[in-house]
């Protein structure tokens, strides 16, 4: 059974730092390219980075270019979300997701991904 479970969240002031991490189990990792997302109250879930299976290449929307790092770390199934100098527009429930390594599509497409955290809140105040 596949399980991902999501941890880190929190409640933050403008400013602060955060690391989510992601704990996969139930199939095998290392044939999955990761990817952490994001969805605001009435707003659309959209992609915050991804990393390929090898973690050499990221991808990150450019509203947290700067600021934010993914990696992960293959022995322990686990991708994980460094989360700096956070702002207000950060808040949001961050959910992790694994897509099959070499199917095709942009990082951030939704569809591409198989397998979905339950997420965890992130609230940034200002």
């Known amino acids: 059974q596949v399980q991902m479970v999501e941890s880190g969240g929190g409640s933050v002031q403008a400013g602060g730092s955060l690391r989510l991490s992601c704990a996969a189990s139930?199939?095998?990792?290392?044939?999955?390219?990761m990817g952490w997302f994001r969805q605001a109250p009435g707003k659309e879930r959209e992609g915050v980075a991804a990393i390929n299976t090898a973690g050499v290449i990221t991808y990150y929307a450019d509203s947290v270019k700067g600021r934010f790092t993914i990696s992960q770390d293959n022995a322990k199934n686990t991708v994980y979300l460094q989360m700096n100098s956070l702002k207000p527009e950060d808040t949001a429930m961050y959910y992790c997701a694994a897509a099959p390594d070499g199917y095709g599509g942009r990082w951030d497409w939704t569809p591409r991904y198989r397998y979905w955290g339950q997420g965890t809140q992130v609230t940034v105040s200002s």
């Open positions: 139930g199939y095998t990792y290392n044939r999955y390219f």
